[in-house]
């Protein structure tokens, strides 16, 4: 489950009476919603960008330096035997002489998808199908030198040489829900984020990747009715915890001699590779592992030809190792770079290629929140911290020798940079609680290049409009010391004399973020309009807070993120404005789950209660990152006892709305049918909704709008 924060832009109120809420509309219609600008992909050297023209029939370069067009790479219009008009995405080669654009995408899981790709070669302006086969393709990835281009179709790596018009198959044993080459399983991409585990080596010469054997892992199956006589079935591979893991390993095949060859990783045999690269040395292919716990991480170098390994680095933590900062290891020619937790903050440190810790680069009771880019021929590291507050972030560039952080971020706000490889330009979003973001592109040091979006329509626009501002506050935790932070919005007509009820909006996940001071305007607008005071609070176990902070519900989940919810509900209903006996909370996903821990253990405190797509029972998720917080059940029996809604059930106080789309392959809905049936056990009366053939996002037609008219007239009601 990654951290699922839903900009929800589509809701429309109808209340029995059929009132008709015109901000609802208004999200509706994207009326509050930030203009942004379309995406920019950095070229290797990171001097230019690519994008495609407004009908997508062209990729066309431009210059970060003066954002003018400088050449167009690709074309429907003129390429030589191009047979469609346009395109959905595309990919360009380092030295760019070959484009890849692909057709017909078909949504795999949440970030991965196949589809047909066509290879132009710019220099002779011709194209062409990538490949022959009928089925759809996966993650091409080009050859340092831009010769070669590996990819993935039906669990096989597939080679093509440009020069020679050549494909060749690596790998013959892929197959579906058993063998994976290259490619990632549902898992590894939705808590690693990673579809694609296969590299070229810098001297072009090798091509390592991750074997994945899935086929002790048990098989997830849920009905799909899509309007049919006779409904199917959508079966996967989907572990939980305590059960069977993929089985994984690394290969590298040698692209001249055609040999491959089984790396000799030291590993648990159900432990995780999230991430492979090689370093600048071909001779050194960086392996990274996990054990199933996940609380130690492995950097090794193996020789891709010897299949030797060697240990560079090794952390253990007491809690657990986050995954996400092995995206941070930047390898230089004699050094990389990787984000810690040892000193109780996240914060950067250099080692060398041994593995000798040579400095830590950053340091404070602050968080680093990012490590954004490096660059190599300055020796300079950009990031992202809140050092500021928590509910801030800015961006800094820091020299690997001299070491004296410098901020590139001027004002007070929100920053958030994208870096052009070699980091060379970034784009730079920036916005506040009240100023709609602002987007601008900068050079390395900070100077900026050009604005490019103000947004200065918006900001009229939010002047005119009659929206509550938010409010910043404090809430004591339930442990009387900690101090949360949160955030309020009155209804525009406010009346400090009058009692209002509240409903509490949060999500409350390790390391999520609800409370930050930043611009959305989200769907719980509208329900300040019914006289509805609208809160939200991050408890312990949300982020940027330190590691202890952080990581304080390890091995428990679900019982300070409710306690906190609680705590802070009984200290808005101490507030002389709001009615105490009047207390709704709402939230999605994690947020659902921690909704019906909170009304099972808060005493009545919460009236109402609306649950999406929830969690029910941590033995329903997925491995990793279920035991990444909880390890196993055999390990941490009285955790998923104590952390379970379907435990707590008969405890549950207050009025409930349970919403969950049927084919939701992440948060199966199999969580609210085993929480009605312990309902209906404990003769505990509720109401509840399910979307068919909805995934855990439940939007598409007419969906998402339904939901929140659903959701918002039952707390109107219910309140």
Not at 56 to 74: E, R
Not at 233 to 260: H, L, M, Q, W
Not at 275 to 301: C, E, I
Not at 377 to 390: G, H, I, M, R
Request: net charge neutral; aromatic share 14%; glycine share 6%.
């Amino acid at each position: 489950m990654r951290k699922i924060f839903l900009a929800v832009l589509s809701a429309l109120l109808l209340l029995p009476a059929a009132i008709q809420s015109d901000t609802l509309d208004d999200i509706l219609n994207g009326k509050y919603r930030p203009r942004d600008v379309e995406t920019m992909t950095s070229s290797a050297d990171g001097m230019h960008y690519y994008q495609t023209d407004p009908q997508q029939t062209a990729v066309i370069k431009y210059s970060y330096a003066t954002g003018a067009a400088v050449d167009t790479l690709f074309s429907t219009r003129t390429a030589r035997n191009c047979n469609f008009d346009s395109f959905d995405g595309f990919l360009v080669s380092a030295d760019e002489n070959r484009v890849l654009v692909y057709r017909d995408r078909e949504q795999i899981y949440r970030h991965s998808f196949k589809a047909n790709y066509y290879y132009h070669d710019v220099r002779r302006n011709m194209v062409r199908r990538l490949t022959e086969h009928t089925s759809k393709q996966m993650i091409p990835t080009f050859s340092p030198d831009g010769k070669m281009v590996a990819y993935v179709i039906d669990n096989n790596i597939f080679l093509t040489k440009f020069d020679f018009d050549t494909e060749s198959q690596i790998t013959k044993d892929g197959a579906q829900d058993s063998i994976i080459n290259g490619a990632t399983d549902w898992v590894y991409e939705e808590e690693f984020v990673t579809t694609r585990l296969m590299e070229f080596s810098p001297d072009n010469s090798q091509l390592a990747f991750v074997r994945t054997d899935e086929s002790a892992v048990k098989e997830f199956s849920f009905q799909t009715f899509e309007k049919q006589l006779y409904p199917g079935y959508y079966s996967f591979k989907y572990p939980k915890p305590g059960e069977a893991n993929a089985k994984v390993e690394v290969r590298v095949f040698d692209i001249a001699s055609r040999v491959t060859r089984t790396m000799v990783v030291p590993m648990d045999e159900d432990g995780y590779i999230p991430r492979l690269t090689f370093t600048k040395d071909p001779a050194q292919l960086a392996v990274m592992t996990l054990n199933r716990n996940q609380n130690k991480f492995d950097l090794y170098f193996v020789n891709p030809r010897s299949t030797v390994a060697k240990l560079v680095l090794r952390e253990e933590n007491k809690y657990y190792v986050d995954a996400d900062w092995l995206n941070s290891i930047y390898f230089l020619e004699d050094r990389f770079t990787y984000v810690s937790e040892k000193d109780g903050f996240s914060h950067i440190y250099i080692y060398g290629l041994s593995g000798t810790l040579q400095k830590q680069l950053t340091s404070g009771s602050y968080d680093v929140t990012a490590l954004l880019a490096v660059d190599p021929q300055t020796k300079t590291v950009f990031y992202e911290a809140a050092d500021e507050s928590p509910l801030r972030r800015n961006i800094y560039r820091v020299n690997i020798d001299k070491g004296t952080p410098q901020k590139l971020s001027a004002e007070p706000g929100f920053y958030e940079a994208s870096f052009s490889e070699q980091g060379k330009y970034y784009l730079q979003h920036r916005s506040d609680a009240t100023m709609p973001t602002v987007v601008t592109l900068h050079d390395a040091n900070g100077k900026q290049l050009r604005l490019l979006e103000d947004n200065s329509a918006l900001r009229e626009t939010m002047t005119a409009a009659r929206l509550p501002k938010r409010e910043f506050i404090t809430v004591p935790a339930a442990d009387g010391i900690t101090q949360l932070n949160g955030w309020v919005l009155k209804p525009v007509n406010f009346n400090p004399a009058k009692k209002y009820p509240v409903v509490m909006i949060q999500y409350s996940g390790p390391n999520s973020q609800e409370v930050q001071d930043k611009f959305n305007v989200d769907w719980y607008y509208a329900l300040t309009e019914k006289d509805v005071v609208v809160a939200c609070v991050d408890g312990r176990g949300t982020a940027a807070r330190g590691e202890e902070f952080r990581k304080s519900n390890y091995m428990k989940l679900g019982i300070y993120e409710s306690d906190d919810q609680i705590a802070a509900a009984r200290y808005l209903g101490s507030l002389p404005y709001v009615d105490g006996k009047r207390i709704g909370i709402w939230g999605w996903s994690y947020g659902g789950y921690n909704v019906l821990m909170s009304m099972s253990r808060g005493n009545g405190i919460f009236r109402s209660g609306v649950a999406i797509a929830p969690v029910t029972d941590w033995r329903f998720y997925d491995t990793v990152y279920a035991e990444r917080f909880m390890r196993t059940p055999q390990q941490n029996n009285d955790g998923y006892l104590n952390g379970s809604a379907l435990t707590l059930a008969g405890k549950l106080q207050g009025d409930l709305l349970l919403i969950h789309g049927m084919a939701d392959d992440n948060v199966h809905f199999q969580n609210s049918v085993e929480y009605t049936r312990a309902l209906i056990k404990a003769n505990k009366q509720f109401d509840q909704f399910f979307f068919p053939d909805k995934n855990h996002h439940i939007n598409g037609e007419n969906t998402r709008r339904y939901l929140y008219d659903k959701v918002i007239a039952y707390f109107v009601t219910h309140l």
